[in-house]
């Protein structure tokens, strides 16, 4: 997906429920990765947003003309990945 100014791509990580059982049950964990367009597709450093909480809302992005245009930017251009509160147990 393209806003003006960044670059964001979706990921989904299954990661154990219970690290000391990890054959046992996952959920799964949303991550949004955010990059200047002229660093889609390089392999750059990550900064993590933990973005939201329990029980509200955070407000999504809409471009580059908030912090995060400025971080993709002034970071060399690094991804944001921010994490929502989209979890699924699964089996």
Do not use: Y
């Not at 003006?4 to 996952?26: E, I, K, M, N, Y």
């Not at 809302?57 to 944001?80: Q, Y």
């Amino acid at each position: 997906m393209k806003l003006p100014g960044l670059v964001l791509t979706d990921h989904v990580f299954a990661v154990p429920l219970d690290h000391t059982d990890p054959t046992g049950r996952a959920i799964e964990i949303f991550a949004r990765e955010a990059v200047s367009p002229d660093n889609a597709g390089k392999e750059v450093p990550w900064l993590l947003f933990l973005q939201g909480g329990p029980g509200g809302k955070s407000p999504r992005p809409t471009g580059a003309d908030s912090w995060l245009g400025r971080a993709v930017k002034k970071l060399t251009g690094s991804c944001c990945s921010t994490s929502a509160a989209q979890a699924a147990a699964r089996r």
